[in-house]
């Protein structure tokens, strides 16, 4: 088993920073990819973005409404990855989760779908005021 930590979550003006922190325990040695996704008050949970951790040359995947906004990141000694947002919008509101799956999961074609993603956390709070 994989347990999921997120922190880093708050209340944040539009146009301002935060830092997500996903810190994994257990069975660590099993994860190929994490990601992070984000769910809005009535809305279904959706990719913002994953990377590889087992290979250094793959490249990050990024939701289109995040690209050249946030970065993903991991340090794999501390079994923790990171997700840098910036330029933040009222839009991007909503808890913020952490996943992780021991498969490629960003080398197919279902990358972005959360049901290819077995370990979960409980979820980080971001908000964004206008």
Known sequence: QVQL?????????????LRLSCAASGRTFTIYTMAWFRQAPGKEREFVAGIGIRRSGDSPYYADSVKGRFTISRDNAKNTVYLQMNSLKPEDTA???????PKNVLGGSRWHD???????????QVTVSS
């Open 5 to 17: 930590v997120e922190s880093g979550g708050g209340l944040v003006q539009a146009g301002g920073s």
């Open 95 to 101: 808890v913020y989760y952490c996943a992780a799956d």
């Open 114 to 124: 959360p049901a290819f993603y077995i370990y979960w956390g409980q979820g980080t």
